[in-house]
């Protein structure tokens, strides 16, 4: 079993910066694909981005340029740097993990999940 615990949320104004971190106990977070995704109220569950155990990334569209996904192995933590905030990127964003090579952009094809942390951009 992988506990997630997600960190760094806040509340933003817009044009600002976050880092939100996820660790782990009890497993080795090299050994997973990690993605993180986010929920706003109202609306489904959507892939933000992704990190493969080679490192290699995917980000989704609407973030590709402001956000940066990254791991710090010997600290088994991930991270989701997030610039250049919008009002559009509040939501609860949430860390994953799956027992593959590379992550994936459809949530039901993930194991485990962190409980989520909020982020709110103030325009």
């Known amino acids: 079993q992988v506990q997630l615990v997600e960190s760094g949320g806040g509340l933003v104004q817009a044009g600002g910066s976050l880092r939100l971190s996820c660790g782990a106990s009890g497993r080795t977070l090299s050994n997973y694909a990690m993605g993180w995704f986010r929920q706003a109220p109202g609306n489904e569950r959507e892939f933000v981005a992704g990190?493969?155990?080679?490192?290699?990334?995917d980000y989704t569209d609407f973030v590709k340029g402001r956000f940066t996904v990254s791991r710090d192995n010997a600290k088994n933590t991930v991270y989701l740097q997030m610039n250049n905030l919008k009002p559009e990127d509040t939501a609860v964003y949430y860390c994953?993990?799956?027992?593959?090579?590379?992550?994936?952009?459809?949530?039901?094809?993930?194991?485990?999940w962190g409980q989520g942390t909020q982020v709110t951009v103030s325009s």
């Open positions: 990190i493969s155990k080679l490192d290699t990334t």
């Open positions: 994953t993990a799956r027992n593959f090579v590379v992550p994936s952009r459809t949530k039901g094809e993930y194991t485990y």
